[in-house]
Nanobody, 119 residues
């Protein structure tokens, strides 16, 4: 059964940097798209960034210019480099993957990782 293995996150002061990683594991699959959403305290989940197998990336407006998503296709691992972090970036960050798995395409979600930015 495929699941997503997430790492990174934690606490940092404003202006600092963190890197999140996410890798599907546990089966035979092809990555279509991977990315992250986040859910700030008391708010709805929002797009952070996505990247396709063709390396086309898309960013939420609030992180453009500060965050960079990348995909290592050989390692089946996505990375989210977060720079110039702000207190409003505090949220639970959820990795997702749209995978071709067996005969269909399926979405998988990670368990979430907490990012806390202090002022």
């Amino acid at each position: 059964q495929v699941h997503l293995v997430e790492s990174g996150g934690g606490s940092v002061q404003a202006g600092g940097s963190l890197t999140l990683t996410c890798a599907p594991s546990g089966g035979t699959f092809t990555i279509n798209t991977m990315g992250w959403y986040r859910q700030p305290p008391g708010k709805d989940r929002e797009l952070v960034a996505t990247i396709s197998k063709g390396k086309q990336s898309n960013y939420g407006d609030v992180v453009k210019g500060r965050f960079t998503i990348s995909l290592d296709s050989a390692a089946n691992t996505a990375y989210l480099q977060m720079n110039s972090l702000k207190p409003e970036d505090t949220a639970v960050y959820y990795c997702f993957a749209d995978l071709q798995y067996y005969s269909g395409n399926y979405d998988f979600w990670g368990q979430g990782t907490q990012v806390t930015v202090s002022s």
